[in-house]
């Protein structure tokens, strides 16, 4: 006992509670012990359900001794999950089809793992180009990266209506839209589903009209831009849409737009590939008229604007066994299981890796192959396309995207123009000031 | 020991006294529950509101009152604020007047009639979400029957749009939130209209009285305790309601329909602002409680007379 | 004599208008459940199916974990009622028929609690769970739905018994019996419609409770019915209407069967000539 120094103890008593930690700490694997990996997602209609069991399935299979246990998330419960998960420390391994802006906000508040090893996985060069560059929000570091592509706001002709309308060539700019709407509508049918709902869609389908023309809602360094003629064009444009729209559209969100269209009340839609495999099961009469374009724009010069959501992988920091879950972030884009899950929702969930999309396993699917056109029309819309977190290759990421949805700050200027016919003077600088606000916050 | 009970000396049973303590003991798993589960979460909502909170991490700054400042200045709180309140005195009015002449329907002889209280209270066993998605398909424009039914009667030439304009969206709203909570005020006057004991109601015939002065001289006091709580709960629920305006019109158009609890889940959720979020929830809290005493106060006034 | 028949057919026609007015979402989910997906949308809408088919209950019966959520929501709302209308009736029993000081304040305390919205509640609650260790279990939200089940059970058992008059008890005490066996004997029996009632609201609102199970259980082997049915068929850009109404049906059905046999308890007349003068 007298032999030993102060110093000694000190050391053997570290030593100890060292090793007794390590015998404590959970995660810590031993050949014989199991691996849990959470994986949370948002998209889990039962037909999703299967693709995900099966890569459940393969990722054991291939990694004994490692469980995947999935469970579900919503869209509006997201929010408040991840809260209480990042609060707790609770936190998945893997969470999927979240919304970038999602991606980027929790990023910008250090909660979030870089994705570069996993692009690395998964190779870089099998992405459609600039599919990652909505989540570099940090340069040089991934966020996280797209599962899958949505077109969100393709155009949907019923060609059967412009032939009896005397309409031979697709709508390239407004003008030619309005009137070939003005020309189908009739006879119980209207021209377009548009929102004017106090809702996202609204806010997200009008962004795309500012784009539309040339406008855009921030600058490249995130100054409010909303004070400007393509503006004021789109309030008014999208305002002398509202009479071709049902009367019901000042509450449309996207299940009424979407059902509008496919049950034939509308003769053009806005919405994503999903209208494909809703169509072929609620209204097959009129699967064979459906083609699939790009949104006009106010004139030929501006080029289109198509919206994606970029649907997310992304990895909490904190998250239990990282190299696990990186590997099985990397397994979900493995060919058999990733086709299996983009054949859930066909059209609507598109592949970003180009070399999936050459995949005849991929196209072997009969929504697929009925509207090839369409659906590769669509992968190419969506892997060039932008969203309010990013609306052009030159600007910067916008982390407050989510917020500024969610403040209804834009679907509300559409409401006061159209609906309440507030002069627009007002309603672009309310809005302006809206929008500084909540980017100073 | 006896000089303790102050207020109670002197008055009724000598055996209340005594059994004080077992009364306290009935009462105690309850205060222990509301004490271990509620009043952690209500000191962090009161906590919370005195800081500027970023929801995913729950970390912030402290500002003391900024954001009662904040809101006390913001037009957008006041018209929510305005809405609830028009909200919860009009449903909960359709509530309670539906509520008791069902009740008073289903007290009757009719046919099937287990079969007819159980169908009354569908729409209280529906879960929310599930009757606003029903709700929004029978309202809508195109496909939905309602419009259609309408305009096979004659009564509408073009569809109305029940839930993206004023008045109508407000309308809208009462009158399923009507439709969805009455059950809860037929359940507790069915249960208590059964026992009124039928002699009084005789009493009351023999004495030349109609139908009406039979219900507002022996029902209706009879039904007043009853009553008085089910007004109570049902404002404070009806007060609180997220799910059914959210869904049905998600406050719109514009902020014409939005309540304080949207205000609260858009400022949590949507942008992130716990400490905002927290401080609406405490103003609506003590409006609420301003609401509870001052309609008890009254009760108990009337109680006494 | 003819006109009481008039007047019965009469009334028995409005009533039964009035029921099938409010119940109309009802028929109307139920029919959507059994038309094929093409019948949906139809414009102008149909009421009645061209075609009956079942498949989408068998898809939802088979193929989702429909069961196993329903199985949770039945645990879960009848641990929840037993609880609380456990407690709720001893504390109501305590308000109204003893004496103690504090007793008016303790009763609005209760209640007190109750006025502040779930979404505030919400995070702490979820917090207090993980440090408890029973987070993302059904355990976990038998008690928070305790928590916002029973301020409510108190008061209104409060208020039901508050209607059954005192001279019972006191009759029973003269006789001899404790208070508690006074309490079994005669208050329970008399309180019975009001404590039915009381359960059928508990687990009715343990039975629709989404925004506390959405976020503080997430695993599919605790999930209830609510979160369960809405995570999987409904999300932002589509709904599975067609299994969403079966799935409605479903969830639907065993608070009917449970309130149809509850009716006879509900109904019982203890009331009715129990007290003279």
């Known amino acids: 006992m007298s032999i030993l120094t102060k110093g000694d103890l000190t050391r053997r008593a570290l030593g100890g509670l060292a090793a007794a930690a390590a015998v404590a700490a959970p995660g810590v694997a031993s050949a014989q012990a199991r691996t849990t990996l959470r994986w949370w997602s948002p998209q889990t209609a039962p037909a999703q359900r299967e693709a995900y069991n099966f890569q459940i399935r393969t990722f054991e299979e291939a990694n004994p001794g490692v469980r995947v246990v999935f469970e579900a998330t919503s869209d509006e419960g997201y929010p408040a999950q991840m809260a209480a998960a990042f609060a707790s420390g609770q936190v998945p391994s893997v969470v999927t089809h979240l919304p970038s802006f999602a991606v980027s906000n929790y990023w910008q508040a250090g909660l979030l793992e870089p994705f570069n090893d996993v692009i690395d996985m998964i190779g870089p060069q099998n992405f459609y180009d600039g599919a990652n560059r909505v989540y570099e929000i940090t340069p040089g570091q991934y966020a996280g990266t797209g599962i899958g592509n949505s077109a969100a706001n393709a155009m949907w002709l019923r060609r059967d209506l412009m032939e009896r309308a005397g309409i031979s060539a697709t709508p390239r700019t407004w003008d030619q839209l309005r009137d070939a709407c003005r020309r189908m509508q009739g006879g119980g049918v209207f021209g377009v589903p548009l929102p004017y709902g106090r809702n996202s869609m609204t806010s997200l389908v009008f962004i795309c009209f500012v784009h539309g023309a040339g406008g855009q809602i921030f600058t490249p360094d995130l100054q409010v831009a909303v004070n400007s003629d393509a503006f004021r064009n789109s309030l008014e444009f999208y305002k002398s849409m509202r009479e071709f729209a049902p009367p019901g559209a000042t509450s449309y969100s996207w299940g009424e737009s979407l059902t509008a269209f496919v049950s034939g009340a509308t003769a053009t839609g806005i919405y994503t590939g999903r209208v494909l495999a809703n169509v072929a099961a609620q209204n097959p009469r009129i699967a064979p008229f459906i083609t699939a374009h790009e949104y006009p724009t106010v004139s030929a010069s501006v080029p289109h604007w198509t919206f994606n959501d970029f649907p997310s992988v992304m990895i909490p920091k904190v998250a239990p066994n990282m190299p696990m879950a990186k590997r099985f972030a990397a397994h979900l884009f493995r060919a058999d299981g990733y086709i299996r899950q983009l054949h859930a929702a066909p059209g609507h969930v598109l592949p970003v890796l180009k070399t999936i999309s050459a995949m005849p396993e991929y196209q072997a699917n009969p929504i697929i192959q009925a509207n090839r056109a369409a659906v590769d029309l669509m992968s190419t819309m969506a892997a060039s396309g932008h969203n309010l977190g990013w609306e052009s290759p030159r600007h910067r990421p916008n982390t407050k995207a989510g917020q500024v949805i969610a403040s209804h700050a834009i679907s509300e200027a559409v409401q006061r123009f159209v609906i309440n016919n507030e002069p627009i003077a007002q309603v672009v600088s309310t809005t302006a000031q809206r929008l500084e606000t909540l980017m100073r916050a | ?305 | 004599m003819k006109r009481s028949i008039l007047g019965g057919i009469a009334f028995n026609l409005l009533a039964w208008t009035v029921v099938f007015i409010v119940a109309f979402p009802l028929v109307w989910m139920v029919i959507t459940s059994v038309k094929p997906q093409f019948e949906l949308f139809r414009i102008p809408p149909t009421f009645w199916p061209e075609q009956i088919t079942f498949e989408h209950y068998t898809r939802l019966l088979f193929e989702t974990p429909f069961l196993t959520y329903m199985r949770n929501s039945l645990v879960l709302s009848s641990a929840t009622t037993v609880l609380v209308v456990g407690v709720a009736t001893l504390g109501a029993h305590s308000l109204v028929r003893f004496r103690y000081r504090g007793r008016e304040v303790l009763a609005q305390l209760v209640l007190f609690t109750y006025l502040l919205p779930s979404v505030v509640l919400l995070l702490p609650l979820y917090l207090m769970m993980v440090w408890l260790g029973v987070a993302n279990s059904l355990f976990s939200l038998v008690i928070a739905y305790t928590s916002f089940a029973l301020p409510y059970a108190l008061w209104l058992l409060r208020s039901f018994m508050q209607g059954i008059p005192e001279d019972l008890e006191s009759a029973a005490l003269v006789d001899g019996a404790t208070r508690m066996e006074a309490f079994f004997d005669v208050i329970l029996p008399q309180a019975l419609p009001g404590i039915i009632s009381t359960c059928l609201f508990t687990f009715i609102l343990s039975w629709n409770e989404y925004l506390y199970a959405l976020v503080l259980v997430n695993t599919d082997a605790a999930r209830p019915l609510t979160t369960g049915v809405m995570s999987m068929l409904v999300s932002a850009f589509n709904i599975e209407w067609s299994l969403l109404m079966a799935a409605s049906v479903m969830m639907s059905i065993p608070l009917i069967i449970i309130f149809a046999f509850l009716q006879k308890f509900l109904t019982r007349g203890f009331g009715a000539g129990g007290v003279k003068g």
């Open chain 2, 1 to 305: 020991m006896a000089a303790q009970h102050g207020t109670a000396a002197g008055q009724g049973n000598p055996l209340d006294h005594k059994d004080a303590l077992l009364g306290v003991m009935l009462i105690a798993p309850t205060v222990l529950i509301f004490c271990a589960v509620i009043v952690y979460p209500l000191v962090s909502a009161l906590y919370l509101s005195l800081f500027r909170i970023y929801t995913p991490t729950l970390q912030g700054n402290f500002v003391g009152f900024a954001n009662y400042a904040e809101l006390a200045g913001s037009p957008e709180f006041w018209r929510s604020l305005l809405n609830t309140a028009v909200w919860t005195v009009l449903t909960l009015t359709l509530q309670i007047v539906f509520g008791i002449a069902a009740a008073l329907m289903l007290n009757q002889a009719m046919l099937f009639r287990s079969l007819a209280r159980s169908l009354i209270l569908f729409p209280y066993f529906v879960s929310t979400v599930v009757a606003v998605l029903v709700w929004r398909w029978l309202f809508n424009d195109l496909y939905g029957i309602l419009n259609h039914a309408a305009m096979w009667a004659g009564i509408l030439d073009m569809p109305l749009d029940w839930l993206g304009s004023m008045p109508n969206s407000m309308i809208s709203i009462v009158l399923v939130g009507a439709w969805k909570y009455f059950p809860f005020v037929v359940i507790a006057v069915l249960a208590r209209l059964q026992t009124i004991p039928e002699p009084l109601y005789e009493a009351a015939r023999i004495d030349g009285a109609g139908a009406w002065s039979r219900f507002t001289d022996v029902t209706l006091p009879q039904l007043r305790e009853v009553l008085v709580v089910v007004v109570l709960l049902r404002a404070i629920w009806d007060f609180k309601e997220f799910d059914l305006i959210y869904l049905l019109t998600g406050g719109g158009p514009v902020i014409a329909t939005q309540t304080l609890p949207l205000m609260v889940y858009k400022e949590a959720f949507g942008l992130n602002e716990m400490g905002r979020a927290s401080a609406v929830a405490v103003v609506m809290m003590l409006v609420m409680l301003v609401f509870m005493l001052l309609y008890l106060r009254v009760n108990r006034a009337q109680d006494q007379r």
